[in-house]
C-alpha cells in the first residue's frame, strides 16, 4: 500500500465583494491491481459555491462524483473513485483532479490539481522542471525549464494542466533532452472566459520511461489575469467607437451649419 497526500488552492475572485477559494485535499492509495483516489474538496472563501463536482483523471479515464448544488463556506464535499491498474511497468505516475463549481450568478469555474501515485516499486525521474508565474491579458506564454541530471538521454511527454477558463494551443508536447543537459519549451494560453482578477494554478505533467520503469514528475505555476488590461479588452470597442461616433456626429453638426440655407444673413442698412 502507497499513500500520498496532496493540498492545493485555486482561488476565483467573484465580481461582486465575495470570492470563492476551493481546496483540494487528494488521498491516494494502491493496493494490489487497484488505485482508490479519495478527494475532499473545501470551500475556504466567503461565498457559496454551486453545482459542484468532483473529476478524476488517470490515465484519461474520468470519473465523477455526483453534483453537489450548493457547498456553503467552510462545507466539504468527498469523493472516492476506484481505477483498475492495467501498468506493465513499475514507477510513479500522475492522477489529475479537477472541481467543477458556479457561483451564483451560475457563472462557471475550474479547479485543477494534480498528484501521483507508484505502481510496483516507486521512481524517482532524472528529468526536473520549473516554471515562473505569468500574468495574462490576451495571449501569454509559459515558459518551462527542463533539466536532465542523467547521464542518458530522454524523451518526455509534457502535459499542461489548466482550468477549462484557459486555452492552451498545444497541451501536450514531447521533447528530447541530452545527458545532464536543459531545455527551454513553451506554451501559450489564452484567456476564455476566465474573469478579471482571478489567479489559477496550474501544472505541468512531466513523464518518461524506460525498459522496466515509468517516471513522472509534476511542476506548478500560477497564471494571474491582469484586471484592468481584460476590462480594456472586453470593452475596448465602446471606449473607441464612443468617442469616434462623437467626433463623426460633431463633424456633421459643423456640416450643415455651414450650409448656404443655415448661415445667418447680416442685416441690409
Known amino acids: 500500500m502507497f499513500l500520498i497526500l496532496l493540498f492545493s488552492n485555486f482561488v476565483t475572485p467573484i465580481i461582486n465583494a465575495g470570492y470563492i477559494t476551493m481546496k483540494t485535499h487528494t488521498t491516494v492509495n494502491v493496493t494490489d491491481n487497484s488505485l482508490k483516489v479519495k478527494v475532499t474538496a473545501t470551500n475556504e472563501g466567503d461565498e457559496a459555491a454551486y453545482n459542484v463536482q468532483i473529476n478524476t483523471n488517470e490515465n484519461q479515464r474520468v470519473q465523477s462524483s455526483p453534483i453537489?448544488?450548493?457547498l456553503a463556506v467552510k462545507d466539504s464535499f468527498e469523493y472516492e473513485s476506484v481505477f483498475d491498474l492495467p501498468h506493465t511497468k513499475h514507477g510513479r505516475y500522475p492522477v489529475v483532479i479537477s472541481i467543477d463549481y458556479t457561483d451564483a450568478n451560475q457563472y462557471p469555474f475550474t479547479a485543477p490539481s494534480a498528484t501521483y501515485y507508484s505502481f510496483g516499486s516507486d521512481t524517482v525521474s532524472?528529468?526536473?522542471?520549473?516554471?515562473?508565474?505569468?500574468r495574462l491579458t490576451n495571449f501569454a506564454t509559459i515558459q518551462l525549464m527542463l533539466k536532465n541530471i542523467g547521464e542518458v538521454f530522454r524523451e518526455v511527454q509534457i502535459w499542461l494542466i489548466t482550468p477549462k477558463e484557459l486555452s492552451v494551443q498545444e497541451k501536450i508536447k514531447k521533447e528530447t533532452l541530452?545527458?545532464?543537459?536543459?531545455?527551454?519549451?513553451?506554451?501559450?494560453?489564452?484567456n476564455f472566459?476566465?474573469?478579471?482578477?482571478s489567479r489559477y494554478q496550474v501544472f505541468f505533467i512531466i513523464e518518461y520511461e524506460d525498459e522496466s520503469k515509468h517516471y513522472s514528475n509534476i511542476v506548478p505555476c500560477?497564471?494571474?489575469?491582469?484586471?484592468?488590461?481584460?476590462?480594456?479588452?472586453?470593452?475596448?470597442?465602446?471606449i473607441i467607437a464612443v468617442p469616434s461616433a462623437l467626433f463623426v456626429a460633431l463633424i456633421i453638426f459643423q456640416f450643415i451649419l455651414q450650409k448656404p440655407g443655415n448661415q445667418k444673413r447680416k442685416p441690409s442698412n
Open 126 to 134: 532524472k528529468v526536473f522542471g520549473s516554471a515562473k508565474d505569468i
Open 193 to 197: 472566459s476566465a474573469l478579471p482578477g
Open 222 to 238: 500560477f497564471i494571474n489575469l491582469d484586471e484592468s488590461k481584460v476590462f480594456f479588452k472586453k470593452y475596448k470597442w465602446y
Open 68 to 70: 453537489k448544488q450548493v
Open 178 to 190: 541530452q545527458p545532464r543537459s536543459e531545455l527551454n519549451t513553451a506554451f501559450t494560453v489564452s
